[in-house]
């Protein structure tokens, strides 16, 4: 810590980030009373498809950086024009530069209908979604609630789980005994942060908000213990990288806001019932450092799964990690859509 915080206050530049993000062109739009930052590329391909890509926390639209051109402009780096998407990045509610939602039970429901209300404003009647983290979840929850405006889903984090009851038949596998164990140890072990954000975020946000040491503490926690990095985070994520994404939360002064959303879901939650399951095609990249591992059998008591693949390598922040990987396979899964 010591050693980025320094790095941080004499040499990073945060002028030079901005000026790589802004070679993307950002609007921002009320929707629904709701004021709305996203990256909308348009793709030079012959049919593109539209893509929404959704992040989580702790991130924000900087992760696409290395993705967007490729899903854009597959061309340019030696891949198939036909695979080109146009691509729409919002920032969460209450994420970087979105605005931060001003009334309780803004869940991932609120979110995932007011980015197809977005989706509608921009023309666009259906739709391919891609999200890990809480992405995974809004694009699940769209998969469910909007299965006529989806064409499909890309998940790199299962983003909902089946009803109790739909565990029982077929009996859970081995594979599936297994993840619920691994399920469980991370529930015990690594989920302090979701209990205080979702029970007691102004609290800590006082003390986040207010130190540039403690929000980045905070956050790089989870860089090193979700990434592919064996304990050595800058073997994935460099100082630059790690710090634009904590700039943006330190600047735009939204930890308090984006932490929120925890409290919002424990208050307001979206599970499946009984015998309810999400219809539209799915694919699923599973990186092998993901904070759980889901089996393909758990995965498909509730989704439509098309595509399955596990990847060699990568963790929990997939598109900075792994991102020519992760376009292969976004663009693999939409093929079949097309």
């Not at 399951?277 to 799915?282: A, K, L, S």
Request: with cysteine; hydrophobic share 40%.
């Amino acid at each position: 810590m010591r050693a980025l915080m320094d790095y941080w206050r004499t040499s990073y530049d945060w002028r030079a980030h901005e000026r790589e993000l802004n070679h993307f062109h950002h609007y921002r739009a009320t929707v629904d009373g709701v004021g709305l930052h996203f990256i909308h590329e348009r793709s030079a391909g012959p049919k593109p498809l539209p893509l929404l890509l959704i992040h989580g926390w702790p991130g924000s639209v900087y992760e696409f950086s290395w993705v967007i051109p490729m899903l854009t402009d597959p061309a340019r780096f030696g891949g198939d024009p036909a695979d080109a998407f146009d691509v729409i990045a919002p920032s969460l509610p209450g994420y970087g530069f979105s605005d931060p939602p001003r009334e309780r039970g803004f869940n991932i429901q609120r979110m995932a209908d007011l980015f197809v209300r977005l989706m509608d404003l921009l023309g666009y009647a259906r739709f391919v979604a891609q999200g890990g983290d809480w992405g995974a979840v809004i694009a699940s929850y769209m998969g469910y609630a909007h299965p006529d405006r989806l064409l499909g889903i890309h998940l790199n984090m299962l983003g909902v789980a089946p009803h109790p009851e739909d565990r029982v038949d077929p009996p859970l596998s081995a594979v599936e005994q297994a993840f619920l164990k691994e399920a469980e140890a991370f529930q015990r072990d690594e989920t302090g942060y979701q209990w205080i954000q979702g029970t007691r975020p102004q609290t800590l946000a006082y003390g986040l908000n207010d130190s540039p040491v403690g929000l980045a503490a905070w956050l790089v926690e989870k860089f090193r213990a979700w990434t592919d990095c064996d304990g050595d985070v800058e073997r994935r994520l460099s100082k630059d990288r790690m710090l634009t994404l904590i700039t943006i939360y330190w600047v735009t002064q939204t930890i308090n806001s984006s932490m929120r959303l925890y409290y919002e879901v424990r208050h307001h939650p979206w599970r499946l019932k009984k015998g309810e399951r999400i219809r539209v095609p799915t694919g699923f990249a599973a990186f092998p450092k993901e904070i759980v591992h889901p089996p393909r059998e758990w995965a498909e008591r509730v989704y439509n799964v098309v595509r399955w693949i596990a990847m060699p390598a990568g963790g929990h922040f997939a598109a900075m990690e792994e991102p020519e990987a992760l376009v292969r396979e976004i663009h693999a899964f939409a093929r079949e859509l097309r």
